[in-house]
């Protein structure tokens, strides 16, 4: 049954079990999973790959049965799905298994695909498409930001920011994040700085060296900062990158310390981490103690208010600060 993603409301979840979300807008896939199924969930929440989930799929199908004896609930959402995993579905389509919600997620499915044949002519399925997002699903994302962190853009930068979306809300969140670190310490922001904010895309993406820096893959930053023309008001931006990982890395090691469950202290995390960095997160985790990355972040504020106040060298003092753990 085919459901439009405006017509997801909570008590038609309910209903069903079964869902799938496809499309190139994957950023609204999640926005949707985090608030439509994530949010107020009190079960368990499982995140597969695909391959994952085939490989334990038979695992996977005894656990689901026994919690439907036991009354738990689960909701299990497997990302990345093809053709591949509707064997699977069948299987679980004639098991009974009560109180667990499946969410399937991909991108583009063509119309014979056998996935989406099943889950349109089905009426206890629901397959629901993300299309791509324009100028009216994105305005409202930019002012809602600009006005939370009372910050001022003309209108050649707010039209700069949803040309270089490429017509995914998550790619804007994420251009949008680079301009929050930014504004930390520039109260004006013109054109010329958005574009540049913007355009490190083009290099290694300062969220990139974050994580290699939180990696301890000291030879990939070496490489990163050897390779990318930084300025100095860049500085700020990566401080406060690395930052801000530090601080959800925090998080996560406190969570795994309490649960002894990596995927699950992962799935809790605030800010979410997407499925794409999880193998990230588990090795910097095993990198870190929770008291060494206290100090470490303890040493980046440090950092930070040495740069706002020496405005001469400041990427030399970074560069310094990250080669040298």
């Known amino acids: 049954m085919i459901i439009k993603s405006y017509e997801l409301k909570l008590e038609k979840i309910e209903k069903f079990n079964f869902f799938l979300l496809y499309g190139k807008n994957e950023g609204f896939q999640n926005e949707v999973v985090k608030e439509k199924f994530i949010n107020n969930f009190k079960g368990q929440i499982i995140k597969y790959e695909e391959n994952e989930f085939i490989n334990n799929f038979d695992n996977t199908l005894s656990e689901l049965l026994n919690l439907t004896l036991f009354g738990d609930k689960k909701l299990l959402i497997i990302s990345r799905v093809s053709d591949k995993i509707f064997k699977y579905i069948g299987i679980l389509l ?143 931006l990566i401080i406060r990158t690395i930052l801000s990982k530090s601080k959800r890395l925090l998080g996560i090691i406190e969570n795994y310390n309490d649960k002894n469950n990596i995927d699950e202290a992962i799935s809790i995390a605030k800010p979410p981490v997407f499925w794409k960095d999880k193998e990230y997160i588990k090795k910097q985790v095993a990198n870190w103690r929770e008291d060494d990355l206290k100090k470490k972040i303890y040493e980046i504020n440090e950092i930070e208010y040495l740069i706002k106040t020496n405005s001469k060298n400041t990427l030399n003092l970074v560069s310094d600060f990250i080669v040298n753990y």
């Open 94 to 236: 004639d098991k009974v298994i009560k109180d667990t919600k499946i969410i399937l997620k991909t991108g583009i499915l063509e119309k014979k695909s056998k996935l989406r044949n099943l889950f349109e002519k089905n009426k206890d399925l629901v397959i629901t498409p993300f299309y791509q997002d324009d100028i009216r699903s994105l305005m409202p994302i930019i002012s809602e930001f600009l006005n939370k962190n009372k910050i001022k853009l003309s209108r050649e930068s707010i039209n700069l920011l949803i040309d270089r979306s490429s017509g995914d809300r998550n790619n804007l969140k994420i251009e949008l994040d680079k301009i929050f670190y930014y504004s930390l310490s520039n109260k004006k922001i013109d054109f010329i700085n958005v574009e540049k904010l913007t355009n490190l895309s083009e290099n290694y993406a300062v969220g990139e060296l974050a994580d290699h820096y939180l990696s301890k893959n000291t030879r990939k930053v070496a490489q990163i900062l050897n390779e990318n023309n930084y300025s100095d008001d860049d500085c700020i």
